[in-house]
């Protein structure tokens, strides 16, 4: 067993620290030649290497900690790289409202394209720089660069040996003793080796919290009841097995004149054909430019057009997601605009990921890469176009931009996990407009969301839940700018498992808000920080949070290190 604290890894040479993390299986001819046994010891152990697994190691290495980062894919950074999805922000982002690490990261990934993008100059000068120019964020960007400046910004750490990482690894074990876990076995998917991490601290930033099935953690999936919850949108009996739709994200651009038509997917026939039976009611076809709105479950009509030019529909999917804009680089620079498809039309909701055997896991996954190379065929062949056409085959798929051979997403973006069973659950009551203004007697003008003693961080997003397995469709409605309160990632038995992704301590409806990309940041930084609190105070972290002092302390250390944790009035 190598104890990082006092061993650096010299035989790895930094480029490739740097580039790509430590590959598991050079790790394990190192420690077999080095110790004769595969084993880590660390401070903290962080399993998975989501975007709150990104921000819990920043925490935990710039206070000194020695840190081990195991990561299923080949990318670290989760649903902003490896799924490639870019961020889903609140409408006061560029001010207020996120911790100063998250502001630090959208600044680094913004320069990063000054620094190595041809830029036009109006461009380059602009501090509110949207690479791509997307609709859905204020900074739509590669999942590419992301990796890039979430590997630069940890490579001192790497090249120190502060930090391992472990790439293409998942957990597939672990030892519990008394309430607390000893160790966490992990299985790298391209060697086919197995080693143990051993930690005081261990941080579950899986993207479906698969340590807490294999710590034998409390949790919960899928559809609590309104009995259970008291929630205005809960369902009206438990559903455990109903789970939100998963998404095989894809990026394209688009050779006008040119012919890039894929081959006929193996289920085109079968998505093609395919018409969802939700409630309420889906238009009709799944591939077809119309839809169910979220907050009208009408009928809508999306457009779609990839050149200049008008739309038929209530928006342009093609620059709805756009990553990389042509016009906001000199000209020459690249062909076409690149688009990120995450779209109703590849929603996956025919079965779940969470709580099946590998082989099902792998099945579903496949289907929804089957679904979504099925959309890009039929947009490519069958679609109806802007201008009355057939068909866009200078559509081209971009396996490059994902970082892949099959041109899809590393991984599913996934937008339920389990969820542990907290000291605190967050619910409807404490956050959705419509329960908030019915509890309180208050106007829409007065009301805030539920004030937690707790509070460690905050976040902004409407409920958004997308169609579900157990035949749901969209749920969507107002939230209030809301806290994340510490109770909510305590479990409610095991002492140091922490979680730092969608596994905290919410229901079905309330993960529909907690989910996007600066709340998981601030809910991973939070968990990095509490780690470092009871490293170094020697406090359980229930005790944290449940012994007043302890809860001060700790609310104070994190305000120092940029943890924001109230929101100004002016964000009612």
Not at 139 to 159: F, G, I, Q
Not at 220 to 242: I, L
Not at 338 to 344: A, D, E, F, K
Request: glycine share 8%; net charge neutral.
């Amino acid at each position: 067993m190598v104890n990082i604290n006092r061993r650096k890894f010299a035989k790895q040479s930094v480029q490739s620290a740097l580039m790509f993390g430590v590959d598991h299986s050079v790790w394990c001819s190192y420690l077999r030649a080095d110790s004769k046994q595969s084993g880590f010891k660390t401070d903290v152990a962080i399993i998975g290497g989501s975007l709150g697994g990104c921000s819990a190691a920043f925490a935990a290495l710039r206070n000194g900690h020695q840190v081990v980062l195991t990561e299923e894919t080949e990318w670290i950074g989760g649903q902003l790289t490896s799924q490639g999805v870019p961020p889903d922000e609140h409408r006061w982002i560029e001010s207020f409202g996120a911790n100063a690490s998250y502001r630090e990261l959208r600044r680094r990934i913004r320069n990063y394209y000054r620094t190595n993008y041809p830029l036009k100059h109006a461009q380059r000068q602009k501090w509110k720089l949207n690479p791509g120019n997307g609709s859905v964020s204020r900074l739509c960007h590669e999942p590419r660069v992301a990796l890039a400046v979430l590997l630069d910004w940890l490579a001192p750490y790497l090249s120190s040996g502060q930090l391992i990482i472990l790439n293409q690894c998942r957990p597939v074990g672990a030892e519990v003793n008394g309430g607390r876990i000893q160790s966490v076995e992990v299985f790298s998917e391209k060697s086919g080796e197995k080693s143990v991490i051993e930690a005081p601290v261990f941080i579950d930033a899986t993207e479906l919290g698969d340590l807490l099935p294999l710590a034998k953690v409390e949790y919960v999936v899928g559809t609590e009841s309104k009995t259970q919850t008291g929630e205005m949108h809960a369902s009206e009996s438990a559903r455990p097995d109903n789970h939100q739709a998963f998404t095989m994200c894809f990026a394209m651009d688009h050779m006008d004149g040119e012919n890039h038509v894929i081959a006929k997917p193996e289920r085109y026939g079968f998505w093609r054909k395919f018409m969802p039976d939700l409630s309420p009611a889906w238009p009709g076809r799944l591939l077809d430019w119309t839809y169910t709105h979220p907050r009208s479950s009408e009928s809508r009509l999306l457009g779609f057009n990839p050149g200049s030019g008008g739309y038929k529909g209530i928006i342009n999917l093609w620059s709805y997601r756009r990553i990389l804009a042509q016009s906001n680089f000199e000209t020459g620079s690249f062909k076409s605009d690149i688009s990120l498809v995450n779209w109703p039309q590849n929603d996956y909701f025919l079965g779940s990921i969470i709580d099946v055997k590998r082989e099902e896991f792998l099945k579903h996954v496949w289907d929804a890469k089957q679904l979504s190379l099925s959309l890009l065929y039929w947009m490519q062949t069958e679609a109806p176009r802007h201008d009355d056409g057939q068909g866009y085959p200078g559509l081209r798929l971009r396996p490059d931009v994902m970082g892949t051979e099959d041109g899809l997403a590393m991984y599913p973006y996934v937008r339920e996990s389990r969820r542990i069973q907290a000291e605190y659950t967050v619910t409807e009551q404490d956050c959705g407009l419509e329960q908030r203004m019915a509890s309180t007697g208050m106007g829409r003008a007065d009301v805030r969301a539920e004030s937690y003693s707790d509070a460690i961080g905050i976040g902004s997003y409407p409920i958004d839940l997308h169609p579900s397995t157990g035949g749901d469709n969209y749920i969507d409605f107002e939230t209030l700018p809301f806290q994340i309160p510490l109770g909510a990632l305590i479990p409610k038995r095991i002492e140091n498992l922490i979680p730092a992704c969608k596994n905290i301590g919410t229901t079905h409806v309330t993960n529909g808000c907690y989910r996007l990309h600066p709340v998981e940041w601030g809910i991973g930084e939070a968990a990095g920080l509490l780690a470092h609190e009871a490293l170094k105070s020697g406090q359980p972290i229930r005790s944290i949070r449940n012994q007043k002092k302890h809860l001060n302390n700790f609310q104070a250390t994190i305000k120092k290190q940029g943890v924001e944790s109230e929101w100004p009035d002016m964000a009612s």
